[in-house]
């Protein structure tokens, strides 16, 4: 089992920022591409931000230039800086892993959610 454990949200004003942690834990054989997504209510869940194992990063256009992505592999754990936020920034945030996991002989890559965490942006 894999477990992706989220952290770091909460209610901030607009133009605040906050800072968004994800560990992930349990049978790992490889930590693949990880990510930030978010579902504001009403609304389709998101892409926010991904970044590859090897650091390459991806943003959607509405947070580029105030959100950073970024990732310790020893750790496995990724981050999501959000800066200059926005009241249309309100959503709630779920970190995701594709992880390889080693099961009797053979490697199997699954996509993993966690649990999300709440961020509210006051104007």
């Known amino acids: 089992q894999v477990q992706l454990v989220e952290s770091g949200g909460g209610l901030v004003q607009a133009g605040g920022s906050l800072r968004l942690s994800c560990a992930a834990s349990g049978s790992i054989f490889a930590l693949n591409a990880m990510g930030w997504y978010r579902q504001a209510p009403g609304k389709q869940r998101e892409l926010v931000a991904t970044?590859?194992?090897?650091?390459?990063?991806n943003y959607v256009d509405s947070v580029k230039g105030r959100f950073t992505i970024s990732r310790d592999n020893a750790k496995n754990t990724v981050w999501l800086q959000m800066g200059s936020l926005k009241p249309e920034d309100t959503a709630v945030y779920y970190c995701?892993?594709?992880?390889?996991?080693?099961?009797?002989?053979?490697?199997?890559?699954?996509?993993?959610w966690g649990q999300g965490t709440q961020v509210t942006v006051s104007s």
């Open positions: 995701n892993a594709v992880v390889s996991r080693y099961y009797n002989g053979v490697i199997r890559t699954n996509n993993y």
């Open positions: 970044i590859t194992s090897g650091g390459g990063t």
